[in-house]
């Protein structure tokens, strides 16, 4: 279903800064305040019905869908194209974790500005 709708996070730093995709993520409070990807926007999975019928994300959007690895984002990413006919809908592979270190920045909850943040190796 979602198929070839993935985008990597250096398609998607070029789109972003081409004003051609929004950012959707869907992690929880938690997750989302601690760092996120400057002017996503933030609706967590389990809510997405809800921000469909409000009218707070729309069919005729392009948007990119990201959680921590991207397993939140897919199953989000198929509900918009499966029960509410969003076309252009895309996954960003591997999540903010792939964000990361492809050197993406990220804003937070303290409104510290963009933060570079390093993965712990293990």
């Known amino acids: 279903m979602v198929g070839d709708h ?15 995709i929004k950012v959707l993520d869907v992690r929880e409070f938690q997750e989302y305040i ?3 990807i400057k002017d996503s926007l933030w609706i967590p999975r ?26 939140r984002a897919l199953l989000a990413a198929a509900t918009l194209i499966k029960w509410f006919h969003f076309k252009n809908v895309y996954v960003m592979k591997g999540g903010i974790r792939e964000w990361i270190k492809a050197g993406g920045t990220l804003s937070n909850g ?10 712990l190796q293990k």
């Open 6 to 20: 993935y985008l990597n996070p250096t398609q998607v730093m070029a789109q972003l800064k081409e004003g051609k």
């Open 34 to 36: 601690s760092g996120h």
């Open 46 to 71: 389990g809510i997405l019905y809800s921000a469909v019928k409000k009218g707070k994300i729309t069919p005729d959007q392009k948007l990119v869908v990201v959680c921590r690895t991207g397993h």
């Open 110 to 119: 303290l409104k510290l500005g963009p933060v570079k943040i390093q993965l």
